[in-house]
């Protein structure tokens, strides 16, 4: 019996080292998302909350995102030596999860509005958009005003959703999950048109067929990366990355191969301050 009491210690002990030896082997990967082929050196992950697929900003199937945004952010996580992983996200809940700490930056095409400012905080803007009027080949719809009383399709929780709501007279607003599923839902005739971002509309003109953009909607918009409010330093190292991406000619050269065509100088210039 007196060695028993040696023993037991000497099992807890062993167990203890094994313990602290499989947490500093565990695996720290996210299954949930996609590592972002191309992203920076090897100072960490940075997770970035996307809904994908919103062509041409964000396409592809996990690892391999592809896009603007998506470009974009590897070239400014390499400027701050981490890596992008990009988590596929609904658009409708992208904000909640970004504060429930699901990833640490949004970066899905996102305008920025008072509204959204409330809850998060936004990086300068890294693209200058407007919205467009998507219809079916041969339509009779040309214009806005000709919209009221129709069925208009619009991704749920976006600028084009509040717009098509607030200034359209629609009969009504047919919100879908992704943008795509709303261009899907006009060529197969169960809206009569369309409102969303106008690169995604000319994408869907060049890729989809059978649909044509009757007119472009000026709303002066600007995108910004998104950060939860309170992410002062992640918030100066993001804008910082993107100043140097922008004055290397990294930036203008993943615009032109997404836009076919330079990027506005008012976009290297533009700034926003955090409300």
Not at 20 to 37: P, V
Request: aromatic share 8%.
């Amino acid at each position: 019996m007196s060695k028993s009491r040696p023993l037991a210690l000497l099992a807890i002990l062993v167990t203890a080292a094994m313990a602290l030896f499989a947490l500093g082997c565990g695996d720290d990967s996210d299954d949930g998302g996609g590592t972002a082929e191309g992203g920076g050196g090897g100072g960490g992950t940075l997770t970035v909350g996307s809904d994908i697929p919103y062509p041409p900003f964000e396409q592809g199937k996990a690892p391999n995102y592809t896009g603007f945004d998506v470009e974009l952010v590897e070239a400014m996580a390499a400027k701050i030596d981490r890596t992008a992983r990009f988590q596929d996200t609904s658009f409708d809940t992208i904000f909640r999860d970004l504060a429930q700490g699901k990833f640490e930056m949004v970066a899905s095409a996102t305008t920025i509005t008072p509204e959204r400012e409330e809850n998060v905080d936004f990086t300068n803007p890294y693209y200058l958009s407007e919205q467009a009027l998507l219809v079916k080949e041969g339509s009779d719809l040309k214009s806005v005003e000709e919209l009221a009383g129709t069925t208009v399709g619009v991704q749920q929780g976006t600028t084009g959703q509040e717009f098509s709501e607030e200034e359209t007279g629609a009969a009504d607003v047919r919100a879908y999950p992704e943008g795509p599923d709303a261009v899907n839902a006009l060529v197969a005739g169960t809206v009569d048109a369309v409102v969303i971002d106008l690169p995604v509309a000319e994408d869907a003109v060049a890729k989809q067929g059978g649909v044509e953009i009757a007119t472009s909607i000026p709303t002066d918009e600007q995108y910004g990366f998104v950060v939860a409010e309170g992410e002062e330093g992640l918030l100066e190292e993001l804008n910082e990355a993107l100043e140097e991406i922008k004055d290397d000619g990294t930036y203008a050269e993943i615009y032109e191969r997404w836009f076919k065509r330079a990027p506005p100088k008012e976009v290297l210039s533009a700034t926003h301050e955090v409300s």
